[in-house]
């Protein structure tokens, strides 16, 4: 996922750009578009984990940026239900970091991703990096292009 830090004419300050954080979290939560709950339901989940409110139409008017004043309570119960740090919303480098994470939590539902990740434990640095062109040459023949710190290990 790219990163916030520059600055747009419309959205502005980290603030106003809770809608697009609020959907990558709704979306990592509930991966299927078809089986994802309506706002209202999905406040009353938040308010059935936490004991604590937010309404199913403040929920959309976050989503859909019709609104961003979002009190400091909102956002603790918001990153409570989803598991997620109250800076995610407002701190372009921990959304990153929260990004990072969420991309290989999605990847790894996959029971094949699942399978060849697992399938590679114990192979030597030489097979891994082996594995590893591979797997880049294949993105590249589907056009995926590489994925963000490709290389990288987080030790968050």
Known sequence: MSTDSAPDPVRGSPVRRIDLRLNELISAL????????GFAKLAKEI?????RSISGTYLWELSTGKKWNVTLEQLDVLAEFFGVPPEYFVNDQVADRVHSQLRLAMALRDA????IA?????????ALNSISE????????????PLP????TESD
């Open 30 to 37: 509930y991966p299927d578009p078809h089986t994802r709950p």
């Open 47 to 51: 308010h059935e984990s936490s004991g």
């Open 112 to 115: 094949q991703v699942r399978s």
């Open 118 to 126: 697992l399938r590679a434990d114990g192979l030597s640095a030489d």
């Open 134 to 145: 591979m797997v880049d040459e294949a993105r590249k023949r589907q056009k995926l292009g």
């Open 149 to 152: 710190n490709h290389g990288d």
